[in-house]
């Protein structure tokens, strides 16, 4: 396996493990994974992953390379939509200060290193020349039409 293979496999399975880590801790009660802040976004990001390292077994550029591109825009939406979700989450209460004392009271956690760096990995791995994928050329069959 060559080197940017092996960079890209890292980093797709950095990826599925960031999708378990620790990425929020409301109130520091608990700790919420990308599976307990929204599960269906989730078990996508998963299958992208798992995707992308298929795609890189069976030595399938393009799909490996699509499917680096996607983890990165998935990954980059959800840290807005949880931004979102964050300091959008109190709104219903009509006293502001408090909503905002308790929007603080939710800390980012670890996990997001992990998720960052896995689709950067992915992407420095599968950005690489065509060339290399190239199927041996047939000889031609004499006689053949």
Known sequence: MKLRSFLA???FVMLIAATY????????????????ANKPYGIVVLVIAAVGIVGVVFMQ??????A???SAILVFLFYILALLKIHTSFSFIPFHP?????????KFKWGWWLLVAGPALSL???LRDKSRYKMPDQPEVAGSN
């Open 61 to 66: 550029a393009r799909i490996a390379r699509m």
């Open 9 to 11: 496999f890292a980093g």
């Open 21 to 36: 880590s620790p990425l929020f801790r409301p109130f520091g009660v608990t700790t919420w994974d990308m599976y307990d």
């Open 124 to 126: 420095i791995g599968a």
């Open 98 to 106: 408090i909503s905002r004392f308790l929007a603080s009271k939710i």
């Open 68 to 70: 680096a591109w996607l």
